[in-house]
Structure formats: C-alpha cells, structure tokens
C-alpha cells in the first residue's frame, strides 16, 4: 500500500501501520486506532511499560510487536495532541527513578526503544516548532532525571542499550528535522552537523541537549558517563570536544587503551 497524504491537521499524528499483518503477527485495534493524548498519565504508562517483552524474528527484542511498524506504509493516524504528549513524557522523564523500577529491566528497555524509536515519531514533538520551544526545552532537561534518579544509582539493573543509544536517537531525529528537509530537492537544506545553518531555535535545542550531556556526564556513574560519552559523540555540537579533552584529561589514569581510542572517537564524532 503507498503511503496516504497527510492533511495539516495530521501532522501531528502518531503514525499506524496501515496493515493488519506486520512481522506475522496481527496488529491489534488498539493500535490501528491509536491516540496517546486521548489516555491518561497513567494509561500512557501502562500503554509503554506493562507489556509482556516480546522477541521477533529476525530479533528485535527491544520492540514490541503491536506497535512498532517496519517501513513507511501508513494509513492515516489518529491524531494526537502533541503539547499533551510532549507534558506527559516531560513527567515520565522528570518522575522516572519512582516509575521505573515498577517493572523489570527488559520492560524497561523495550519501553524506552519504543518511545525513542522510529515507530511511533514521538521524538519528532521534541523539534515541533509548532510546540512551545520552553516545553520542548523543558522535557529535553528532564532527561536528565532518569540517568541521575534511576541509571546512576548502584543497586539499579539496566538493559543498558536503550540508555546508551538514547541520545544517539535524538541527535538523529534532530538533524533529521522534517523542516530541514526540501522535497523539490528531494534533500535536506541542512546537513548533519552545520550548525551554522541553525536556526535561533534549533540552535538553542542544541545547546540544552548539550547542556543535558553535560550534567550526565559528572554524574559520579561511570556507566553513565559512558552513555553521556557516546551521545556526545553524535551530537555535534562545537563545544563536544572540549567537554570530551577535558575529561579524557581528568581520568587519564583510569583508562584503557582501548577505553580511551573509543572516548577519542566520541570527542572527534567518528564514534559508532
């Protein structure tokens, strides 16, 4: 099935898949006439979090089956309201070292894919002009609670692949703008990484997903330093290497070879 136009007033539509069958397995009503702003905080959580983990064939165990979609094959979506989303997630970030630990460490991670990952678009809210920019800013510093509140903490078991490619899913959805995009020329006016193409907004965007980093980077978690690290390296934003030095510099001692080859790669932004 091609892709449907969309109207204006669906832009902000968490999308569907258009088929009953994806992956052999059969989509539910539930997501075929899906609204996340029509349930409530705690149903958004439920609808995230209190799903049996799933693993699919070829493995893809951090997506659940029902709701992740392969492709671009969308029927048109119920919309969703964004400032609603965009509140709720700004919640669930800021509220996520009592809310996590609900559920189980694979719960977790599937969640945080299926949130963060390209199947639903939510990270596009994060970049919606048509949002407030200081809500946008907002949710984005929240982020900062589920490393300090929950990834951070000793006793607390991670997945540890949803935390560490977190803020590699925000870079590319943030470079990916779709208002970077020109469809006459089938290309993005703007490329990964020229910041000097930013507008005054999605400059300031960049500068708080930076400052973010930042602050996770000196949680005293070296786990978590490591995922600040890795996000850092695809952030590129220009003061990343300076951030980087200077902690290369300040734990010389502490690093391996090969530790310390993987965190030049983060400060010079050829890390994978």
């Not at 409530?40 to 609808?47: A, K, P, S, V």
């Not at 029927?75 to 964004?82: H, N």
């Not at 001692?253 to 993987?262: A, G, V």
């Amino acid at each position: 099935m091609r892709p449907r136009s969309m109207k204006s007033s669906m832009k902000h539509a968490v999308f569907l898949v258009s088929s009953q069958w994806f992956y052999g397995c059969t989509v539910s009503d539930e997501v075929r006439n899906l609204d996340l702003s029509a349930k409530t905080f705690e149903e958004f959580i439920q609808f995230f979090f209190a799903r049996e983990v799933v693993t699919l064939d070829p493995p893809l165990d951090h997506l659940p089956d029902d709701v992740v979609h392969k492709g671009r094959d969308f029927d048109e979506a119920v919309p969703s309201l964004p400032e609603v989303l965009l509140g709720y997630l700004t919640r669930l970030f800021s509220d996520f070292g009592r809310i996590a630990p609900n559920y189980s460490p694979k719960q977790v991670n599937q969640a945080i894919w299926t949130i963060l990952g390209p199947g639903l678009g939510m990270p596009e809210i994060l970049f919606d002009a048509a949002v407030p920019l200081s809500k946008r800013l907002d949710c984005i510093r929240a982020m900062y609670h589920v490393y300090s509140d929950f990834v951070a903490l000793p006793k607390v078991e991670v997945v540890a692949n949803s935390f560490d490619m977190w803020w590699d899913l925000l870079a590319h959805n943030f470079w990916f703008q779709r208002r970077f995009y020109d469809p006459r020329k089938c290309a993005f006016d703007i490329e990964w990484g020229d910041v000097s193409r930013l507008d005054s907004e999605s400059r300031m965007t960049l500068d708080i997903m930076f400052e973010t980093l930042n602050r996770i980077l000196e949680l005293p978690d070296v786990r978590t330093q490591m995922f600040a690290l890795h996000g850092l390296g695809h952030l590129c934003h220009p003061d990343v290497k300076k951030i980087v030095q200077r902690f290369i510099d300040e734990h010389e001692s502490e690093l391996t070879d090969e530790r310390r080859k993987w965190i030049e790669q983060c400060r010079d932004g050829t890390v994978m």
